[in-house]
């Protein structure tokens, strides 16, 4: 019989969207050249992204990379039998796994790309040969298109998932989920993530954020 179960902890469900928030703003600033308030933008994701890979690590049952990752055939055998499932389901969990890498990479990226001028350069600008700013300010460019297209796919699949089987959107939202059947996953207080996360934005603070809040 299906009962109520606690899928998502605090953290991930904080984590996600907030990061859909950035990623927005982050678009918006960056394609219309407000780039201190892109950069300030850019370093809360990199904290918020550091403190999630944390809590992969060591976070609850259900957020924990080791926990989700799946094989390439369990992901191609569940898209051909889809179902409810408590927790990331081994089609998604690729997809999350391209959409932070891709994020990781956008950021690295941005550190080395160019503008127009030392303040609104990314810090690794003035470091590097200048082919390897061009390199990475293409990067940067075109893997921006790439996220979006996939996001739209996340998207489509979150909508239909929801549609055909049970609201996975909500239970990002409540945390909460009745799916027939499936045990309790073990879930741990989410204290250490926010800790984490409050000492990351405090080092981009000190690192970046000042001299930016400044350019504002
Ligand atoms: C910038 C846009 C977005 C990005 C980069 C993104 C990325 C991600 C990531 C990384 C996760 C894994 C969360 C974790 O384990 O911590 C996730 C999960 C999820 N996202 Fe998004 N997301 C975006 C927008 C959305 C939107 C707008 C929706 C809803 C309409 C959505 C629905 C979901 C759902 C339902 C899950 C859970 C998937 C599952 O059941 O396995 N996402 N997303
Ligand atoms: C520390 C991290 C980052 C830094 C230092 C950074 C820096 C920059 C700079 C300097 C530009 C201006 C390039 C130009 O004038 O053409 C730019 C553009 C842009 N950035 Fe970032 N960025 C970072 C992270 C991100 C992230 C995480 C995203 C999105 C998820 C993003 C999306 C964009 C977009 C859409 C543009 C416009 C690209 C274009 O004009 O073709 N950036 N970024």
Redesign the pocket.
């Known amino acids: 019989m299906a009962q109520k179960i606690k899928v998502w902890d605090g953290a991930?469900r904080f984590?996600?969207w907030a990061?859909?928030m950035l990623?927005?703003g982050l678009w918006y600033s960056g394609s219309e050249g407000y780039i201190a308030l892109h950069q300030l933008l850019a370093y809360s994701l990199a904290s918020l992204l550091i403190a999630?890979v944390g809590w992969g690590i060591w976070g609850s049952q259900t957020?924990r990379f080791s926990q989700?990752a799946a094989s390439p055939q369990a992901a191609i055998k569940y898209l051909g039998n889809t179902r409810p499932?408590a927790?990331?389901?081994p089609a998604?969990?690729y997809m999350?796994f391209t959409?932070?890498s891709l994020?990781l990479l956008q950021i690295i990226s941005g550190l080395a790309t160019f503008d127009n001028s030392y303040m609104s350069d990314g810090p690794l600008v003035a470091a590097l040969p200048a082919r390897w700013v061009d390199l990475a300010s293409a990067i940067h460019s075109l893997n921006i298109d790439i996220?979006l297209a996939l996001?739209a796919v996340?998207?489509g699949f979150?909508?239909w998932?929801?549609w055909r089987h049970d609201n996975?959107?909500k239970?990002?939202i409540t945390g909460n989920s009745k799916i027939s059947d499936a045990p309790q996953p073990r879930l741990r207080n989410s204290w250490s993530f926010f800790v984490m996360l409050a000492v990351l934005l405090l080092v981009m603070y000190y690192w970046q954020g000042r001299a930016l809040l400044a350019l504002l």
Request: aromatic content about 6%.
């Open positions: 991930v984590f996600h990061m859909v990623v927005a999630r957020a989700f499932v927790g990331h389901n998604s969990s999350i959409l932070l994020l996220i996001v996340h998207i979150a909508l998932h929801s996975v959107i239970t990002l």
